[in-house]
């Protein structure tokens, strides 16, 4: 069904952006909270279907769960693992797409982080668009916030401009596949 739904969408010209993952089908209620350790419910076959999708060239962006699963990283929820999206979706799956991270200013996130960790351990692991459901932050918009955490952590060292290119080139490769429709 997913890939019957998926070329529906893109012959809409419609990016489809597949999630959470690591969690296909089950737990999805709770994808949304580092707070979740969903390490005893899963099974390496719940990666079968992103796997496939991956392989049939079906998908080419992917949310990132914020569930904890100590199997696949001891310390991290999967919108902060490094191991999760670089090692196990990137380099073990073959995934070349975008990696969308959401909700980093939501309470379900464990609330020692502050926004500005949130973000850089975010692109650190390895997402290339960040998405917000609000528009204004505390003391301007969201954009500019985060625009400006991402610059100043270029100019302290957290951020690499060549991490930020590569999040870029994978963004216009995306966008390319939308004009070429």
Same mark, same amino acid.
């Given at each position: 069904?997913?890939?019957?739904?998926?070329?529906?969408?893109?012959?809409?010209?419609?990016?489809?952006?597949?999630?959470?993952?690591?969690?296909?089908?089950?737990?999805?209620?709770?994808?949304?909270?580092?707070?979740?350790?969903?390490?005893?419910?899963?099974?390496?076959?719940?990666?079968?279907?992103?796997?496939?999708?991956?392989? $049939?060239?079906?998908?080419?962006?992917?949310?990132?769960?914020?569930?904890?699963?100590?199997?696949?990283?001891?310390?991290?929820?999967?919108?902060?693992?490094?191991?999760?999206?670089?090692?196990?979706?990137?380099?073990?799956?073959? $995934?070349?797409?975008?990696? $969308?991270?959401?909700?980093?200013?939501?309470?379900?996130?464990?609330?020692?982080?502050?926004?500005?960790?949130?973000?850089?351990?975010?692109?650190?692991?390895?997402?290339?668009?960040?998405? $917000?459901?609000?528009?204004?932050?505390?003391?301007?918009?969201?954009?500019?916030?985060?625009?400006?955490?991402?610059?100043?952590?270029?100019?302290?060292?957290?951020?690499?401009?060549?991490?930020?290119?590569?999040?870029?080139?994978?963004?216009?490769?995306?966008?390319?596949?939308?004009?070429?429709?």
């Amino acid at each position: 069904y997913a890939l019957l739904f998926i070329d529906a969408l893109r012959m809409k010209h419609i990016v489809p952006v597949v999630k959470y993952f690591p969690m296909a089908g089950k737990h999805l209620e709770n994808d949304f909270s580092t707070k979740v350790n969903v390490t005893q419910q899963f099974s390496l076959k719940q990666l079968k279907p992103y796997y496939d999708l991956i392989n $049939f060239g079906k998908i080419q962006s992917v949310l990132m769960s914020h569930a904890l699963n100590q199997e696949l990283d001891a310390q991290n929820p999967a919108i902060f693992s490094s191991f999760i999206i670089q090692t196990l979706l990137r380099e073990k799956m073959h $995934f070349e797409g975008v990696v $969308f991270a959401h909700n980093l200013r939501t309470p379900s996130i464990d609330t020692t982080i502050e926004f500005k960790k949130r973000i850089i351990r975010s692109i650190q692991a390895g997402a290339d668009i960040l998405v $917000f459901g609000t528009y204004f932050s505390e003391n301007a918009s969201v954009h500019l916030s985060v625009t400006k955490i991402i610059e100043d952590a270029i100019k302290q060292g957290e951020l690499s401009i060549e991490r930020i290119e590569r999040s870029y080139e994978r963004i216009e490769r995306l966008k390319q596949t939308l004009v070429e429709r």
